[in-house]
């Protein structure tokens, strides 16, 4: 399984998460695809020096009358993206949690949010440049070293605020933090939202690096690299203990059953399946099943009764064991798509497109789903 580890030597931001993960070679194009629909935007990247290290430095120039949004407008946005649904979704867990920060900080309803400086046009570049990058290097699995927190003192739309910032604070509660003595701030609220809504909590595991990428900052300061470092690479282990939620509905519709099914795979479940079954009395039911890592089953037995209608969840404990896997991005003359790769012994036995990429493929080109499918995997070609 391909995993990402952010190390955040000076701290993160998201432009430095980006320059990150566009050092490890994740392709500029398909940022720029994405957010094209932004008018008055223009982006871009080059090669910087910070501390003596090299690393890429991402930059977004938005209108100077830019706005401030609620977290609606923010998705409205997002959602007006060309992405793939996964990386649609991945963008919108970091606006998700910033808005239920935010709301927690000044005890008030998410939806009464009103992002300052994360409502931004850069922040939002960010976030969606970030999601798009972590789907064309195939990261499936991201882990987050101890995260630096910084002293002083912020100008925010309030006011003068204590650095770590409040709602930046509040995202990393749960997780573990250092004081590192260096002034400023290291943490931004849009780079802690992408650890809270993207990173695992708990230890790393062990993995063999393939790639590192260096993300820079503004500042270039004496004494340290203020960099954010992305390290790329392949677990070493293929397997685990996950926890498996299941529970029985016989009272539920079809609208509310699909709509739970994407709900629970946006919440982290790692799978989710409906099965029909026969329950008591004779009356047809469904069983909802769901795999999860033990950290998630907080917020997936939460959806299960909030969006379910079941009064109970079992829980049991399974093995799984998962093939090695990698992905690879071709390119077909419908545009690109990823490739997932199966791997026993280094050897390929499963090759499999990614179908969201294939579908919106299809769609743009007013073709059938298979043709692309097809191409994509001549294209790959072994």
């Not at 939202?193 to 393939?210: D, L, Q, R």
Request: glycine share 12%.
């Amino acid at each position: 399984m391909r995993v990402g580890v952010v190390d955040p030597c000076a701290g993160v931001a998201g432009d430095m998460f980006v320059g990150a993960l566009l050092h490890l070679g994740a392709p500029f194009r398909p940022v720029r695809e994405a957010l094209a629909h932004l008018e008055g935007v223009r982006l871009s990247h080059r090669l910087v020096a910070r501390g003596g290290l090299r690393a890429k430095k991402f930059t977004v120039r938005r209108p100077a009358r830019d706005r401030h949004r609620g977290l609606a407008a923010v998705m409205r946005l997002v959602r007006a993206a060309e992405l793939a649904a996964p990386v649609r979704r991945r963008a919108e867990a970091v606006f998700v949690r910033l808005a239920q920060a935010e709301a927690k900080v000044h005890g008030i309803a998410v939806e009464q949010v009103h992002f300052h400086e994360v409502g931004a046009l850069d922040a939002i570049c960010d976030v969606v440049a970030a999601a798009v990058c972590l789907g064309e290097l195939g990261v499936e699995t991201l882990y987050c070293r101890p995260l630096p927190l910084g002293s002083g003192k912020v100008q925010a739309a309030h006011g003068l605020l204590p650095l770590p910032a409040p709602a930046t604070l509040e995202l990393l509660a749960g997780r573990p933090v250092f004081e590192s003595g260096l002034k400023g701030e290291l943490v931004t609220p849009t780079g802690a939202a992408m650890v809270a809504a993207w990173c695992k909590v708990g230890p790393v595991p062990a993995f063999t690096p393939s790639a590192i990428g260096y993300g820079a900052g503004d500042r270039d300061p004496e004494g340290y690299a203020n960099v954010c470092r992305v390290i790329l690479g392949e677990s070493a282990g293929h397997g685990g203990r996950l926890l498996e939620l299941v529970c029985d509905l016989d009272d539920a519709t079809p609208q509310v059953l699909g709509h739970l099914l994407g709900r629970l795979l946006e919440a982290g479940a790692l799978d989710a399946v409906l099965q029909p079954l026969v329950m008591k009395k004779g009356r047809p039911g469904t069983r909802v099943c769901v795999l999860a890592q033990s950290e998630s089953v907080p917020a997936l037995e939460e959806l299960l009764f909030v969006e379910g209608t079941t009064l109970g969840v079992r829980r049991r404990s399974v093995e799984r064991t998962e093939l090695p896997r990698r992905m690879v991005t071709v390119a077909t003359d419908y545009g690109r798509v990823r490739v997932k790769l199966g791997e026993i012994g280094g050897r390929v036995v499963h090759v499999a497109p990614e179908y969201e990429d294939c579908r919106a493929r299809a769609v743009e080109a007013g073709v059938a789903l298979g043709e692309v499918i097809r191409q994509a995997m001549a294209r790959w070609g072994g």
